[in-house]
């Protein structure tokens, strides 16, 4: 199994309050994504980094920031979390497409969030 | 125009039968590779098989295999002799060669498998 891991993985918030989210890799893969799933959408991209200080905007991005100022390590940041971020938060690792490890896109075990 | 499309929210396929779920994509880029995960009741995706545009041959892993169709832009899973633990959701996805790298999903097919 690929070594990711995210924590928390349960948390329950109060509207307005900020929240960080942890994706530790220990598979050195260059990408790293943060996705949120909800019912009747799949998963959809938030933010993405190809690269320690390199991130950039998903479909999904509003009220999210990201950093990654380690290989390893990838945050996804609610600034003053809402209702409506109430989801299950996947991050994913993968290889560039067309190295050994390009085919496959790997994904932690999700953070279950509540925004009461 | 959605990049993944699944149409099929539930399936129902007796233990030991063979299944298919359908998934049709839409993409102009002339590279790309298409992914179905599972995702159990206990939530983790799990990745099962991998298609790239240029492959010639289906893909194939164990009891599951892609039927690809470039020209009809499909790519459905096929689970052969089902078994119970089979019973969850099937996501399909797109990954495009320009861009992110990230993955397009679809909104995923709930199987269930029948004793």
């Known amino acids: 199994d690929a070594g990711i891991t995210q924590s928390p993985r349960h948390k329950v918030t109060e509207t307005g309050t900020p929240v960080t989210l942890r994706c530790h890799q220990t598979e050195n893969h260059r990408y790293m994504y943060w996705y949120r799933q909800d019912p009747g959408h799949g998963l959809r991209l938030i933010h993405y980094s190809y690269g320690v200080k390199d991130t950039d905007k998903g479909e999904v991005s509003d009220g999210y920031s990201v950093s990654r100022s380690k290989t390893e390590d990838f945050l996804l940041t609610l600034e003053s979390a809402t209702s409506s971020q109430t989801s299950v938060y996947f991050c994913?690792?993968?290889?560039?497409?067309?190295?050994?490890?390009?085919?496959?896109?790997?994904f932690g075990p999700g953070t279950r969030l509540t925004v009461l | 125009a959605q990049k993944i499309t699944q149409t099929q929210p539930g399936m129902f396929v007796q233990e030991k039968e063979a299944v298919t779920l359908d998934c049709t994509y839409d993409?102009?880029?002339?590279?790309?590779?298409l992914f179905w995960y599972k995702q159990p009741s206990s939530g983790e995706m799990i990745f099962l098989i991998y298609?790239?545009?240029?492959?010639?041959q289906n893909a194939t892993e164990g009891r599951y295999s892609l039927n690809f169709q470039k020209a009809r832009k499909s790519a459905n899973l096929v689970i052969s002799a089902s078994q119970l633990g089979d019973s969850a959701m099937y996501f399909c996805?797109?990954?495009?060669?320009?861009?992110?790298?990230?993955?397009?999903f679809g909104t995923g097919t709930r199987l269930t498998v029948i004793p």
């Open positions: 298609q790239g545009s240029y492959d010639q």
């Open positions: 994913a690792i993968s290889a560039p497409v067309g190295t050994t490890w390009g085919n496959e896109q790997f």
């Open positions: 993409t102009s880029d002339p590279s790309y590779g």
């Open positions: 996805a797109m990954r495009e060669a320009a861009g992110a790298n990230n993955l397009f």
